[in-house]
C-alpha cells in the first residue's frame, strides 16, 4: 500500500505526459512483479487502432524487431471494446488470442486494465510474465485498477498542463508575428514566419499560406517545410480546392486524408517536389474586411493522431491575429506614403510659395541693373544670369510637379496590353495577348521596364518585316523565372541574320542573368523567347 502510496503522488507531480505514461508502466511492473507492461493509448473514438504503446520491459532492439504497433485485435482489442479487467492463466489459450508477431518475446500470464478519464477510456494496461511464475491475483488486480484510477488523473493533469504550455507557445507565436510586422521590412518576411511558426507548433510535414487575389485568383505566397525542394509557385488556377473553399465559406476544415479528398487542388499535389500527404487543417486568414486567405497544415500519411493533437481553435485563432498583424502593417505603409506625400505637398509649397518668389525677384533686379552697366561684357554676364534664374524657377517648377504626382509602380499587364493596342493600329488585326502565373506581383520596376521594352521591340519587328496574319503574345511566371513569347506567323527569316534590335533583346536578358532565344524559319513565321530569373 505505501509502494501504491508513493507511486501516485510521483504521477501527479510530473507535467510531462510523455514521462507520465514512462512512470505508470514501471510503478505497474514494481507493485505485482510483472516482466512486461504495456501502455496503450486509444485512438479516435472510430478507429480501434492504438495511437501510442508506451512499454516496460523490452529494450530498444526488441522493440525494433517486433515492427509495428498492435492494431488492437485480439485481447487488446477486448479490453477496447469491453473495458473492465481482465486475467488470464496463458494467453495462448485464450480462444480470443491471435498470437504474437515474429520476434515478441514469449509471454504467458496476463492482466489487462483500462484507464479512464471523466468516465471516457483514455488507453489500457497490460501486465504479462508474472515474475514468480505464478499468475496475477485478485489482489494484483485491485492494486492495478488503483493504480488505473490514479494514472487516469494523472494523465489528465498532465494532458492539461501541455494543453496549456502549447496554447502558451501559440501565443508567444502570435506575439512574434505582431512584433515582426512593425519592422520597416516586416511585411515582405512576416507571412513565411506564419507558415514556420504553425507548421512547428502543430508538428505538421508541411504550411502554406494561399492568399486570394484579383479576378477570383487564389496564389500560393508561402511554404515552410519543403522549401528546399517546392518553391511557391503564385498562381493556383483551380477553381475547387481545399483553400478556395475555406476563403469562400470563412470556414476552417479537417481532412483525415487528402489522397482521398475530391476537393485537394491536383494542380498543386502534381507539381515536383509535392511530398505525399495525409491529414490537414485549412483555416481562414480573416481579416477586417473578410477572409484574405487561408493556412494549410499538413501531416505526412498515418498522422492523424498528430492531428488529433492539435486544438484546432488555437491554429484558428493565430491564423486571425496574423491577418490582423498583417492589416495593421498595409495600414502603417498607407499612412507612411501619405505621410510623404503630405510632406511633398509642404516642400513644394515652400518652393513655389517662398524660393520662386525670391528667384524671381532677384531675376527682376537683375534685369533693372542691366541699363546701369555700361561695359558690354558685364551686361552680358548679368544677362546670363538672368537667364539662368529662369532656368531654375523652370527646373524648380518641374520638380514642384513631380512632388505632386504619387510615383506608383507600372502595371506590367496594362503596359502589355498598350503596346499590343498600339500594334493593332498597324497590323490592322488583334495580336493575342495572355498571361501566366502572377504577372503583376511578382515582376518587379526593373523587369517590368525590361519586359516593355522587349515586348515593344519584337511588335515593332512584326510590324515592319514579318507580313504575318496572326502573332501570340505570351507573358508566364512560373517557380523561378520571367518568361516572354512573341510568335508570328509572317514570313519568317534566316536566324543567322539578327538585326540589331532582336540582339538587343538578347543583351537585355543576358544583363538580367537571363536569355533570349530566335528562332525564325523563311515562309513559317518567327518565335521570341526571352526569358530572365524571377
Known amino acids: 500500500m505505501h509502494l501504491l502510496l508513493d507511486a ?112 471516457k477510456v483514455y488507453g489500457n494496461l497490460y501486465l504479462t510474465e508474472k515474475l514468480d511464475g505464478c499468475d496475477f491475483t485478485e489482489q494484483d488486480e485491485a492494486v492495478v485498477v488503483a493504480l488505473a484510477a490514479a ?75 519543403i522549401e528546399d525542394r517546392f518553391k511557391p509557385t503564385g498562381r493556383l488556377t483551380t477553381k475547387s480546392s481545399l483553400t478556395r473553399f475555406v476563403i469562400e465559406t470563412g470556414q476552417s476544415l479537417v481532412v483525415e486524408d487528402l489522397r482521398d479528398d475530391p476537393r485537394v487542388d491536383p494542380d498543386l499535389l502534381d507539381r515536383e517536389g509535392w511530398p505525399s500527404l495525409g491529414p490537414a487543417i485549412v483555416v481562414p486568414l480573416r481579416a477586417a474586411e473578410g477572409v484574405v486567405g487561408a493556412l494549410f497544415l499538413a501531416w505526412a500519411p498515418g498522422g492523424m493522431a498528430d492531428l488529433q493533437a492539435v486544438d484546432i481553435r488555437l491554429p484558428q485563432a493565430f491564423a486571425e491575429q496574423a491577418a490582423l498583424a498583417l492589416e495593421v502593417a ?19 509649397r515652400d518652393l513655389h510659395d517662398l524660393v520662386i518668389q525670391r528667384l524671381f525677384a532677384i531675376g527682376l533686379g537683375l534685369e533693372g541693373s542691366i541699363r546701369m552697366v555700361r561695359e558690354p561684357e558685364v551686361a552680358q554676364r548679368i544677362t546670363r544670369a538672368v537667364d539662368d534664374v529662369d532656368a531654375t524657377i523652370k527646373e524648380i517648377r518641374h520638380s514642384i510637379f513631380a512632388l505632386g504626382a504619387p510615383s506608383t509602380s507600372p502595371d506590367v499587364r496594362q503596359t502589355c496590353q498598350d503596346l499590343v493596342d498600339r500594334a493593332a493600329a498597324s497590323l490592322k488585326f488583334r495580336p493575342t495577348l495572355e498571361f501566366s502565373g502572377p504577372v503583376q506581383s511578382v515582376i518587379d520596376d526593373a523587369v517590368s521596364g525590361q519586359v516593355a521594352a522587349v515586348l515593344g521591340e519584337a511588335l515593332s519587328n512584326v510590324v515592319r518585316h514579318a507580313q504575318a496574319s496572326s502573332v501570340r503574345v505570351t507573358l508566364a511566371v512560373d517557380d523561378d523565372r520571367v518568361e516572354l513569347v512573341v510568335v508570328d506567323d509572317g514570313c519568317g527569316f534566316d536566324a543567322v541574320d539578327i538585326s540589331s534590335g532582336l540582339g538587343n533583346l538578347r543583351e537585355r536578358a543576358e544583363a538580367l542573368g537571363g536569355r533570349c532565344t530566335v528562332q525564325s524559319v523563311p515562309g513559317r513565321g518567327t518565335a521570341v523567347r526571352w526569358s530572365v530569373p524571377r
Open 8 to 119: 501516485v503522488v510521483a504521477l501527479t507531480g510530473d507535467h510531462s505526459l510523455e514521462s507520465v505514461l514512462r512512470r505508470i508502466t514501471e510503478t505497474a511492473a514494481q507493485l505485482v512483479g510483472a516482466r512486461y507492461v504495456a501502455l496503450g493509448v486509444l485512438g479516435s473514438a472510430t478507429d480501434r487502432r492504438l495511437e501510442a504503446f508506451v512499454t516496460y520491459g523490452l529494450d530498444h532492439e526488441e522493440r525494433a524487431a517486433i515492427g509495428d504497433l498492435p492494431r488492437g485485435r485480439g485481447l487488446l482489442g477486448l479490453i477496447i471494446d469491453r473495458p473492465e479487467p481482465v486475467r488470464l492463466h496463458d494467453i495462448a489459450d485464450d480462444p480470443r488470442s491471435f498470437g504474437f508477431p515474429a520476434h515478441h518475446p514469449p509471454m504467458h500470464s496476463f492482466l489487462g486494465v483500462p484507464i479512464r478519464i471523466r468516465d
Open 151 to 225: 494514472a487516469g488523473v494523472a494523465i489528465d493533469n498532465a494532458r492539461l498542463h501541455e494543453d496549456g504550455a502549447r496554447r502558451e507557445r501559440w501565443l508567444e507565436a502570435t506575439a512574434e508575428i505582431t512584433a515582426r510586422v512593425v519592422r520597416p521590412d516586416g511585411h515582405e518576411t512576416a507571412l513565411q514566419t506564419v507558415a514556420d511558426r504553425a507548421r512547428e507548433l502543430a508538428g505538421a510535414a508541411v504550411a502554406s499560406v494561399v492568399l486570394a487575389a484579383a479576378d477570383d485568383r487564389l496564389e500560393l505566397d508561402v511554404i515552410s517545410g
Open 330 to 348: 498595409r495600414a502603417r505603409k498607407v499612412h507612411e506614403r501619405l505621410a510623404v506625400f503630405e510632406d511633398r505637398d509642404r516642400i513644394a
